[in-house]
């Protein structure tokens, strides 16, 4: 990791059904993960003390069964599943599954950012008193 950036690759077609990917970015304050169901594959039921979940659907569509039953989540969906609570990542469909899955335990730091608004500028702000910059041309080919 060089100047604190890393860059990393998803491979949903590795095989794995569970590939960590907090080692490869360097992340140290929450879980990230890529979760593969085939056909008819079920995760674990499990749940967690202090860890909350997020799960962004990235491929094929996704079976949550939580305590109040089923619920269906397509391509671009997400679902934050709080501590404590039952769950269960089920590919019902014919097409694989593929899931982001985002977890931690920590508390959030709020605003804590600061913007610029330009590469050579000096002074910062905080980001929701700094002008979001203009649209950039499309490229074209």
Do not use: Y
Not at 19 to 36: A, D, H, M
Not at 39 to 60: C, S
Not at 99 to 106: K, M
Not at 127 to 135: G, I
């Amino acid at each position: 990791m060089e100047h604190g950036i890393a860059f990393g690759r998803l491979d949903p077609g590795g095989g794995e059904r569970f590939q960590p990917l907090r080692r490869q970015l360097g992340v140290t304050s929450f879980g990230i993960n890529l979760i593969t169901l085939q056909p008819g594959q079920r995760g674990r039921i499990h749940a967690h003390e202090r860890q909350e979940e997020v799960f962004l659907v990235l491929e094929g569509e996704l079976a949550l069964t939580l305590v109040d039953g089923e619920h269906r989540l397509g391509v671009g969906e997400l679902v934050r599943v709080a501590p404590g609570v039952r769950r269960q990542l089920v590919n019902k469909r014919p097409q694989r599954l593929v899931l982001l899955a985002l977890g931690a335990a920590g508390e959030h730091l709020g605003r804590d950012g600061i913007a610029w608004t330009a590469w050579d500028a000096t002074h910062s702000a905080p980001p929701q008193e700094t002008p979001l910059p203009d649209d950039v041309p499309v490229e074209r080919g």
